[in-house]
């Protein structure tokens, strides 16, 4: 069009001066924007030419699943599933001893949780990864790990704030009998009385199973946005890899749902996302 509108033996020629001065000028401006973009772009290639590979891998379920099939996991393992985080494998003789989940922040990797897999190399895979991380002028944080791990990683020089605690429930040992539980047992026997029902399902999950758990998390989020990385967050792929539990209503609708997180050790899980529908009495997470 601008070459039609500059063109003096077009019908349609512009000759508003200001605008299309002359060929010439148009040649040096286009001139002047290949070179604009020759320079962005070796500008890009100078930038990213020393970015490692191991910063920027896709995500591979094969490798995360036979890490913890081998070694076992722990109380957040189950978050590599989230893919919103990277994953650095530390190996010795070609085979994955432990993997790191994390995300880069400026010069920073947020480490979430300890290291997973191998007990006996994790000091190893710790030092490998610092002295592979440096390389890159970057330094490593640990977020949400146990007291051994912060004596260790203190001990190498890591400076630490204690932000809070744990809670683990031995179901040996748990019962709701005594004066202290009263409460609770009343709650539970009002939830049978009203049909309530509890359910572990297992996968895979039908495509109707899993919209009705999306209909129930929009509902319960609202306007509010989604967290990630130390929290899970509603993802067809993640909810699809291990076991839901859900609470049904005397009519059989899936009124609430929370997702387990295996450790994969079959010694602790835990549970991420709880959320419910505005059909759920406010006590349920009580009974949950």
């Not at 967290?227 to 859900?246: T, W």
Request: charged share 20%; net charge negative.
């Amino acid at each position: 069009m601008i070459g039609i509108a500059a063109n003096r033996h077009s019908p349609l020629h512009f000759d508003a001066a200001y605008l299309f001065p002359s060929e010439a000028v148009w040649l040096i401006g286009f001139v002047g924007l290949l070179i604009a973009i020759l320079v962005l772009f070796i500008t890009n290639i100078y930038l990213t030419a020393y970015r490692p590979g191991w910063l920027s891998e896709p995500f591979d379920a094969k490798r995360v699943r036979g890490v913890i099939d081998k070694f076992g996991g722990n109380e957040n393992s189950h978050l590599a599933f989230l893919r919103d985080k990277q994953i650095y494998f530390y190996q010795e003789n070609g085979v994955d001893q432990v993997f790191f989940m994390y995300k880069q922040v400026a010069d920073k990797l947020l480490i979430m949780g300890e290291p997973v897999g191998n007990p006996a190399k994790v000091g190893a895979a710790i030092d490998n990864f610092m002295t592979t991380a440096d390389k890159q002028g970057l330094k490593l944080i640990f977020y949400e790990i146990n007291q051994a791990l912060t004596m260790q990683l203190h001990e190498s020089g890591f400076d630490f704030i204690k932000t809070g605690e744990d809670g683990l429930v031995d179901l040996d040992q748990f019962t709701l009998s005594g004066k202290r539980h009263r409460g609770e047992r009343a709650l539970m026997h009002k939830f049978d009385r009203e049909g309530f029902k509890f359910e572990v399902v297992s996968p895979p999950f039908t495509k109707e199973f899993m919209q009705t758990l999306k209909t129930i998390s929009d509902e319960w989020l609202g306007n509010k946005g989604e967290k990630g990385f130390s929290l899970g967050f509603f993802d067809d792929y993640y909810l699809r890899q291990a076991p839901i539990a859900v609470m049904k209503n005397a009519a059989g609708e899936i009124v609430a749902f929370a997702n387990i997180m295996p450790d994969g050790n079959k010694l602790t899980t835990s549970i991420d996302l709880m959320r419910s529908s505005a059909k759920a009495p406010q006590e349920l997470w009580m009974a949950f």
